[in-house]
């Protein structure tokens, strides 16, 4: 006898789907999951290569940084509290970055309301004047492509000798022509020599080799006395923004050469670089500005001996 074989009933098939479609949903989630930790994984993996070639660009600078015993500023820092300084600053189309809160309080990472403007002497290889600085531009003139980015600006040696070894003498502050390597390169460096992408505040610590002090905060290294930003006792203070290097010798810490750097950056991750810059262009609160910077950024540091080389 032939016997057929029940067929699904409708109700059989629309359960069957139901269930198959249930486990394909769990499935392309779980796929989708794995890509974004992938992704988020390559693009910090990306960021830490990026920020490590930085680093060990201005690394080299400090190490092989040049001081002599003259009275001249052979070593520099201001906190920017604006973006004028370059000339090249592309300010927001609606939202600027805060003025308030001060955007200079150390203890919190916060160098300036544009970081710091870091500039010395170097020999890696010859006697070159060099200065970092963040400006707000487009990485290619004309580009529309406009963020936040470290920029190395680096003088001739033939330049930086006719210029003079006090780095902040008018040569060195004046924009003049961007040709390459003049002077003007330590104010107004060529829009090409970016070392960093979206680097949202830049800034350093300085140190010189002292014991002298009954204690020392816990952030300042053994047998080494914090000179900028500090005061008297070796501690974080965000009043002082500048700095002048000019001797080994002397009781006024603002004058003194450093002997070692905590170079400090503060770099937005692809997401951050994305809200930041539709905020700027639509407009947004102080609270949303910062809120962005705070969860979408991570801060990189890196402890660098300065064994200023004598001239």
């Known amino acids: 006898m032939i016997q057929f074989r029940k067929a699904f009933t409708l109700l059989e098939l629309i359960v069957a789907l139901s269930i198959s479609a249930v486990i394909g949903f769990f499935a392309i989630s779980m796929a989708i999951g794995v890509v974004d930790v992938w992704n988020e994984v390559d693009n910090q993996a990306s960021m830490a290569v990026e920020?490590?070639?930085a680093l060990d660009t201005i690394a080299r600078d400090l190490e092989s940084a040049v001081f002599r015993e003259r009275g001249e500023v052979m070593f520099a820092v201001d906190a920017l509290d604006n973006g004028a300084l370059s000339g090249d600053w592309v300010a927001p189309a609606v939202k600027a970055r805060p003025n308030n809160p001060d955007p200079f309080n150390p203890t919190l990472d916060q160098y300036g309301w544009a970081g710091s403007w870091v500039r010395f002497f170097t020999a890696a290889p010859t006697l070159n004047a060099v200065g970092y600085q963040i400006i707000r531009s487009p990485i290619l003139t004309g580009s529309s492509d406009i963020g936040y980015h470290l920029y190395r600006g680096v003088v001739r040696v033939d330049h930086t000798s006719d210029a003079g070894l006090n780095i902040k003498h008018d040569l060195y502050s004046s924009t003049g022509s961007q040709i390459f390597g003049n002077p003007g390169a330590i104010y107004s460096p060529q829009l090409k020599n970016f070392i960093l992408d979206n680097v949202i505040d830049f800034g350093v610590r300085l140190f010189i080799f002292d014991n002298t002090l009954a204690s020392y905060p816990e952030y300042v290294p053994d047998d080494?006395?914090?000179i900028f930003p500090a005061d008297a006792n070796s501690v974080l203070d965000s009043s002082d923004k500048?700095?002048?290097g000019e001797t080994a010798h002397s009781g006024?810490?603002?004058?003194?050469?450093?002997?070692a750097a905590e170079i400090v950056v503060r770099v937005l991750t692809?997401?951050?670089?994305s809200l930041l810059s539709?905020?700027?262009a639509k407009g947004g609160s102080d609270e949303d500005w910062g809120i962005i910077v705070e969860e979408h950024s991570k801060v990189f540091r890196r402890f660098i001996d300065i064994n200023s080389l004598s001239l």
Request: hydrophobic residues 35%; negative net charge.
């Open 51 to 53: 920020v490590q070639y």
């Open 224 to 226: 080494m006395r914090l």
């Open 242 to 244: 500048s700095h002048a």
């Open 252 to 259: 006024d810490l603002n004058e003194l050469y450093p002997h």
């Open 270 to 273: 692809s997401e951050g670089a």
């Open 278 to 280: 539709d905020l700027e």
